[in-house]
């Protein structure tokens, strides 16, 4: 082995044990610096009809975690992504692909829409499966699950929304993203305010 080949090699397991024993979360970090984000498809229904419900707007959010000592990762915006359920109550949402050193944990997600509200779903990942309140609810089929969204009365609705903010996810708010990005949320978020059919 040439002199260069065992500096190549030294400095690497180096570099490796110098991110494993100053990363915070060891356990976490080939999940979350090596990782694929793939994409998301599912469906949501009404929950008291179980039809399938269009014109859902579906958002998801994903943050960077930049590593800093001795105390919690600090998350900052990086992107956000919506879309409307189609006539079958479906949705994709497009993945980031390969995640290799940056710390891009899987997107939060939330669906919303008039007469229905809000709902924040986490990651639709494991940590949904094992800490959602709603997880029992959703039935898994391939991978892709199904969702029940429970209709709102009219004053719940703007009881809610009085103490929620203008952005799908509060972390956006010192972003500076621009309206035409969360267009289909701003939409269904003024609807929700009017009487319900």
């Keep these: 082995m040439s002199f260069r080949s065992k500096y190549i090699k030294y400095f690497t397991i180096i570099a ?3 991110l494993f024993f100053v990363t915070p979360n060891h356990a976490s970090f080939g999940s979350e610096y090596f990782r694929y984000d793939r994409n998301i498809c599912g469906k949501i229904v009404d929950f008291d009809t179980r039809k399938p419900i269009e014109g859902v707007v579906v958002s ?3 943050f960077i975690e930049s ?3 001795s105390i919690e990762p600090k998350r900052k915006y990086y992107d956000y992504f919506e879309t ?6 479906e949705f994709k949402i497009q993945g980031k ?4 050193i940056r710390s891009i944990p899987p997107p939060t997600i939330c669906i919303f829409k008039e007469c229905y509200s809000i709902l924040y779903l986490q990651d639709l990942g494991e940590h949904f ?6 997880a029992d609810e959703v039935k898994w089929v391939e991978d892709k699950p199904t969702i029940p969204f429970r209709k709102k009365t009219l004053a719940k609705r703007k009881r809610y929304l009085r103490s929620h903010p203008r952005v799908p996810f509060s972390g956006m708010e010192y972003a500076g993203i621009q309206s035409e990005k969360f267009r289909f949320f ?3 978020l003024r609807e929700n305010i009017r009487p319900q059919a």
């Design 67 to 69: 590593v800093r000592f």
């Design 60 to 62: 998801a959010v994903w």
């Design 97 to 100: 692909g390969l995640n290799i």
């Design 84 to 89: 409307l359920t189609n006539q079958e109550g």
């Design 186 to 188: 701003y939409r269904s």
């Design 16 to 18: 490796c044990l110098i």
């Design 129 to 134: 499966k094992r800490d959602h309140p709603l």
